[in-house]
């Protein structure tokens, strides 16, 4: 069960980074700083780690669920890597036990925060149960935006978002918005589109080879070694060997 949360004082906040700093593994963390890229120049440059497996996590946003969003959003500005991946958690179990104005209001706290979601493991767990939850029935014109912005997260959000879609059978917003990003500098773009496309062809091979057939001598290599990576051998080296 759930433990009981202070909405008056916050205590709970305080009590999660008491129980984050028992848990830190400090050489667990020097191989989560490598892992994600934190050197000078790298996509995660300057990132905290305390060195929590992620399993530690889930079930901490198991049992502090029902913080309030507030609290939520303190944990999602930390310099600590783990105290917002676990603020995402919380987002992700908080929304899907939401009403619709209480979902609305999760999805606006996590826009207004994307520069705090800013490694890819912070945007494939919550993208698509957030952002794509929202606007599955609604104008999708903010991933749009998203796929447009200078900001690497933000474009990875975009087309992760879309994942919700998929899983439901909608594919043509993905196959926009990887047409958007196709001329992407960033792998960790390319890796994302990729992997989209892959999981379109899943669900209907024939949608993602259309949209392979045209794209994919424009590809980047590691966006088109993603998407066919399922395909049969012979097939996947004529799309590598440009013989389609």
Do not use: C
Request: glycine share 6%; hydrophobic share 40%; charged share 35%.
């Amino acid at each position: 069960m759930p433990r009981h949360i202070d909405r008056q004082t916050g205590t709970s906040v305080r009590e999660i980074r008491k129980r984050l700093r028992v848990l830190r593994d400090r050489e667990k963390a020097k191989i989560l700083k490598r892992f994600f890229k934190t050197g000078p120049g790298e996509y995660g440059e300057d990132d905290v780690f305390l060195g929590i497996k992620v399993p530690q996590l889930r079930r901490l946003a198991k049992e502090y669920a029902g913080i309030p969003l507030k609290e939520i959003e303190r944990l999602l500005r930390s310099p600590i890597h783990e105290e917002r991946l676990l603020a995402l958690l919380l987002l992700v179990r908080t929304y899907a036990e939401a009403a619709e104005p209480g979902k609305e209001k999760i999805y606006r706290l996590y826009l207004r925060n994307t520069r705090s979601i800013n490694n890819w493991d912070l945007v494939d767990t919550s993208a698509e149960h957030i952002v794509g939850a929202f606007l599955m029935d609604k104008n999708k014109r903010p991933l749009y935006d998203l796929a447009k912005s200078s900001d690497l997260w933000e474009r990875r959000i975009s087309i992760m978002s879309t994942f919700h879609f998929i899983k439901h059978g909608e594919f043509s917003h993905t196959l926009t918005i990887a047409g958007i990003l196709l001329s992407d500098e960033q792998d960790l773009i390319h890796k994302a589109v990729g992997w989209m496309l892959r999981e379109v062809g899943k669900r209907h091979l024939a949608t993602e080879e259309k949209f392979l057939d045209k794209h994919y001598r424009m590809m980047p290599r590691t966006m088109l070694r993603y998407a066919i990576e399922r395909f049969p051998e012979r097939k996947r080296q004529r799309y590598l060997k440009g013989l389609i």
